[in-house]
């Protein structure tokens, strides 16, 4: 019987496979070429905005910890934003230094952990070690301060922040700050400018700034293809206008420009942490808040710069003592779907966990 | 299906596993966090011969690391009954025992073994890294014999 | 307010707050307001979240739009009645990121939006019950029945209250 061509098939990149977080992907191939690609969440999907509906808002800001497992502080942050606003509390100067260095701080442990990510799903498991031990310094930070290693039981709540920052601590963040400022160049030998590195990146899965803004892209995949939107500059909360940061750009939109903004990304964390250091005046660390305190009427809308794009949060109040409706937008949610689906077309079967991985994401604050 | 004896799994080709337990690469959900510094170089567990295998036919320790919704709990029953025997299944965190901080939500798994069987659970929320190691002693001490498995709804 | 976008929602009575606009403008209209706001700037659609009234018998759905010259937001208001929710789609005007969240927002509240191409379950394998997000869908009852069993000791307090 002559053997005629093969039709194409699809096959699942699936939660089980080594190069993949909890995400699965139908792809539709034709031998080693990928057509079509088609996004399958809800692994992870736990009801978060239902489960807002039944806790007052300082329990609720203890789960919003989990919403994005890597950058835990950040949706405790906006969060905390979206209720203060609605229940019209002012924050005093010193929290909001407080939150600025904590904000950074996840910032840059949460790009260092997507390039381990990144490279072990890619074949580099030296640098997976090496980030993650730099990432382990700010997670002793973090102990420090709140208390809890990746979860900080709710450290940045509406009111302010849940206790002062111990003695000596700004020392030691000042101290970590620098270190990891010193050493990123050792991810460059291992990682940026490695040959093998950039060989299998550049040029891959462009993505232009038009089809980046129409399918919903932001954060350092949106920047890389030029579009210039950082939400800490261009809408700023807490103390962000006075301090001095540069947004950064690149112009090709390929998978290695997608990374270099991430590198160049912590190198102004580090800057804007030191600053906050800096200039942190004295002074009371939260306004109380009860615990039963009544949500006002009325709703608002606010949204912050996460590690991984624009992360908004939308309150709804009635006057009684839980929120009526609370609803995220996690910034993967348009990443992991339709971009994703746009940029696997055409691509070869042994890159796609390179394109997977080059958009930074978390399918947790996708599914929320 | 399982189908290995007390016996079977305390057999003495079982007691080579303590030279190396390879850990099935279910990296699922909020124990995820916590995991990695496991697997990284502060908390090193490849000198203990445990690496993070990507087939389940290779694996010997399945961590089931935080909540399971009710879609990736058939995934997960599936890759439970590929694996060869003798296994043992870890249950990290307070969400495979009672539901956790989701207890209340509409799509995840309040009772894991329900589902699969497990052997061992370890409190917290998520479980520190020196906790998860606690708990691979206590699996070998398993293999040896020392304690009995939880096994239940076997 | 910039004077064009103002021209266009006088006649809806919008809010002004800080550098965000809130309008509320009724189900005919909406079409027309979405294009001609696509054409003054602003092209990044954020999310359209939907919120269930049951007193007033609406669903109503919000598009929070954000405009990358002017750095502004406008928050559009849609109401459509509960026991017939369609409306629109909006996949035309902002593409991938409108045709996802609409996807959300029919698995969640059973919205459907007419002209949208792929509306299938985003989140939910094999869900049986009622959109979940709806006030009248009563979670903790279905919790209770589908996932706890009364003859589990650690299981009795969950059937208390």
Same mark, same amino acid.
């Given at each position: 019987?002559?053997?005629?061509?093969?039709?194409?098939?699809?096959?699942?990149?699936?939660?089980?496979?080594?190069?993949?977080?909890?995400?699965?992907?139908?792809?539709?191939?034709?031998?080693?070429?990928?057509?079509?690609?088609?996004?399958?969440?809800?692994?992870?999907?736990?009801?978060?905005?239902?489960?807002?509906?039944?806790?007052?808002?300082?329990?609720?800001?203890?789960?919003?910890?989990?919403?994005?497992?890597?950058?835990?502080?950040?949706?405790?942050?906006?969060?905390?934003?979206?209720?203060?606003?609605?229940?019209?509390?002012?924050?005093?100067?010193?929290?909001?230094?407080?939150?600025?260095?904590?904000?950074?701080?996840?910032?840059?442990?949460?790009?260092?952990?997507?390039?381990?990510?990144? &490279?072990?799903?890619?074949?580099?498991?030296?640098?997976?070690?090496?980030?993650?031990?730099?990432?382990?310094?700010?997670?002793?930070?973090?102990?420090?301060?709140?208390?809890?290693?990746?979860?900080?039981?709710?450290?940045?709540?509406?009111?302010?922040?849940?206790?002062?920052?111990?003695? &000596?601590?700004?020392?030691?963040?000042?101290?970590?700050?620098?270190?990891?400022?010193?050493?990123?160049?050792?991810?460059?030998?291992?990682?940026?400018?490695?040959?093998?590195?950039?060989?299998?990146?550049?040029?891959?899965?462009?993505?232009?700034?038009?089809?980046?803004?129409?399918?919903?892209?932001?954060?350092?995949?949106?920047?890389?293809?030029?579009?210039?939107?950082?939400?800490?500059?261009?809408?700023?909360?807490?103390?962000?206008?006075?301090?001095?940061?540069?947004?950064?750009?690149?112009?090709?939109?390929?998978?290695?420009?997608?990374?270099?903004?991430?590198?160049?990304?912590?190198?102004?964390?580090?800057?804007?942490?030191?600053?906050?250091?800096?200039?942190?005046?004295?002074?009371?660390?939260?306004?109380?808040?009860?615990?039963?305190?009544?949500?006002?009427?009325?709703?608002?809308?606010?949204?912050?710069?996460?590690?991984?794009?624009?992360?908004?949060?939308?309150?709804?109040?009635?006057?009684?003592?839980?929120?009526?409706?609370?609803?995220?937008?996690?910034?993967?949610?348009?990443?992991?779907?339709?971009?994703?689906?746009?940029?696997?077309?055409?691509?070869?079967?042994?890159?796609?966990?390179?394109?997977?991985?080059?958009?930074?994401?978390?399918?947790?604050?996708?599914?929320? | 299906?399982?189908?290995?004896?007390?016996?079977?799994?305390?057999?003495?080709?079982?007691?080579?596993?303590?030279?190396?337990?390879?850990?099935?690469?279910?990296?699922?959900?909020?124990?995820?966090?916590?995991?990695?510094?496991?697997?990284?170089?502060?908390?090193?567990?490849?000198?203990?011969?445990?690496?993070?295998?990507?087939?389940?036919?290779?694996?010997?320790?399945?961590?089931?690391?935080?909540?399971?919704?009710?879609?990736?709990?058939?995934?997960?029953?599936?890759?439970?009954?590929?694996?060869?025997?003798?296994?043992?299944?870890?249950?990290?965190?307070?969400?495979?025992?009672?539901?956790?901080?989701?207890?209340?939500?509409?799509?995840?798994?309040?009772?894991?073994?329900?589902?699969?069987?497990?052997?061992?659970?370890?409190?917290?929320?998520?479980?520190?890294?020196?906790?998860?190691?606690?708990?691979?002693?206590?699996?070998?001490?398993?293999?040896?014999?020392?304690?009995?498995?939880?096994?239940?709804?076997? | 307010?910039?004077?064009?976008?103002?021209?266009?929602?006088?006649?809806?009575?919008?809010?002004?707050?800080?550098?965000?606009?809130?309008?509320?403008?009724?189900?005919?209209?909406?079409? @027309?307001?979405?294009?001609?706001?696509?054409?003054?700037?602003?092209?990044?659609?954020?999310?359209?979240?939907?919120?269930?009234?049951?007193? @007033?018998?609406?669903?109503?759905?919000?598009?929070?739009?954000?405009?990358?010259?002017?750095?502004?937001?406008?928050?559009?208001?849609?109401?459509?009645?509960?026991?017939?929710?369609?409306?629109?789609?909006?996949?035309?005007?902002?593409?991938?990121?409108?045709?996802?969240?609409? @996807?959300?927002?029919?698995?969640?509240?059973?919205?459907?939006?007419?002209?949208?191409?792929?509306?299938?379950?985003?989140?939910?394998?094999?869900?049986?019950?009622?959109?979940?997000?709806?006030?009248?869908?009563?979670?903790?009852?279905?919790?209770?029945?589908?996932?706890?069993?009364?003859?589990?000791?650690?299981?009795?307090?969950?059937?208390?209250?």
């Amino acid at each position: 019987m002559a053997i005629t061509r093969a039709e194409t098939y699809v096959i699942p990149f699936g939660p089980a496979h080594p190069g993949s977080g909890n995400f699965r992907v139908w792809l539709t191939v034709d031998g080693e070429r990928v057509i079509e690609a088609r996004a399958d969440p809800g692994f992870l999907h736990r009801g978060f905005e239902k489960l807002m509906e039944y806790r007052t808002l300082l329990q609720a800001s203890v789960l919003t910890d989990r919403i994005a497992v890597f950058e835990p502080l950040n949706w405790n942050l906006v969060f905390a934003l979206a209720a203060e606003k609605l229940q019209g509390i002012e924050v005093p100067e010193r929290a909001k230094y407080i939150r600025v260095l904590l904000a950074e701080l996840t910032r840059i442990q949460s790009h260092l952990l997507w390039f381990g990510a990144a &490279g072990i799903a890619m074949g580099f498991d030296t640098v997976f070690k090496v980030a993650l031990t730099y990432r382990e310094e700010i997670l002793r930070v973090f102990e420090e301060a709140t208390g809890g290693r990746v979860y900080p039981t709710g450290y940045i709540r509406p009111g302010g922040v849940r206790w002062d920052l111990p003695e &000596g601590f700004l020392e030691r963040a000042e101290g970590v700050l620098r270190h990891i400022e010193y050493h990123l160049s050792d991810l460059n030998d291992l990682f940026f400018e490695n040959p093998s590195f950039v060989a299998r990146t550049k040029g891959l899965a462009v993505l232009s700034p038009e089809e980046g803004i129409r399918l919903g892209a932001s954060g350092p995949a949106l920047r890389a293809s030029g579009v210039p939107y950082d939400v800490r500059a261009d809408d700023p909360y807490l103390v962000y206008d006075r301090l001095e940061f540069q947004v950064i750009t690149r112009r090709e939109g390929d998978a290695l420009a997608r990374f270099l903004v991430g590198r160049d990304e912590v190198l102004e964390s580090v800057k804007i942490g030191i600053q906050a250091i800096r200039d942190m005046p004295e002074g009371e660390h939260a306004v109380k808040v009860g615990p039963f305190a009544k949500v006002k009427e009325g709703e608002a809308y606010v949204h912050i710069e996460a590690a991984r794009g624009d992360a908004g949060c939308y309150i709804v109040g009635t006057g009684g003592r839980t929120p009526y409706r609370v609803k995220f937008r996690g910034p993967s949610f348009t990443l992991l779907i339709p971009v994703l689906e746009h940029l696997l077309q055409g691509v070869e079967i042994a890159d796609v966990p390179v394109v997977y991985w080059s958009l930074n994401h978390c399918p947790a604050d996708m599914d929320r | 299906m399982n189908t290995a004896t007390e016996e079977q799994r305390t057999h003495k080709a079982a007691k080579r596993l303590i030279r190396a337990l390879w850990v099935f690469n279910w990296f699922n959900s909020c124990g995820f966090t916590e995991l990695l510094p496991v697997v990284a170089s502060r908390f090193d567990m490849e000198r203990f011969g445990m690496i993070v295998v990507g087939s389940p036919r290779h694996a010997d320790v399945l961590f089931v690391a935080g909540y399971q919704t009710f879609k990736s709990a058939k995934y997960l029953r599936r890759i439970y009954e590929q694996m060869p025997d003798p296994k043992f299944v870890v249950a990290l965190g307070s969400c495979p025992f009672s539901g956790g901080m989701y207890w209340d939500s509409y799509n995840t798994i309040k009772h894991l073994d329900e589902y699969i069987p497990v052997d061992l659970y370890i409190p917290g929320c998520p479980p520190r890294p020196e906790a998860i190691f606690h708990a691979v002693g206590l699996v070998m001490e398993m293999i040896e014999g020392k304690r009995k498995g939880g096994r239940s709804g076997d | 307010m910039v004077t064009e976008i103002s021209k266009l929602l006088e006649p809806f009575a919008p809010r002004e707050e800080g550098n965000a606009v809130w309008v509320r403008e009724p189900l005919e209209e909406a079409p @027309r307001i979405w294009q001609e706001l696509r054409e003054l700037g602003y092209d990044y659609l954020a999310a359209i979240s939907g919120v269930d009234w049951p007193n @007033r018998g609406v669903i109503e759905l919000v598009y929070h739009l954000w405009s990358l010259q002017e750095k502004s937001f406008v928050h559009l208001k849609v109401e459509v009645p509960r026991d017939q929710p369609r409306l629109p789609s909006a996949c035309h005007i902002w593409g991938g990121s409108a045709a996802v969240n609409e @996807r959300e927002v029919h698995e969640m509240f059973g919205v459907e939006f007419q002209d949208n191409p792929d509306l299938s379950p985003l989140f939910l394998e094999d869900w049986e019950g009622p959109p979940p997000f709806r006030k009248d869908f009563d979670w903790r009852a279905y919790v209770r029945e589908k996932y706890y069993c009364e003859d589990r000791e650690e299981d009795r307090g969950y059937y208390k209250g």
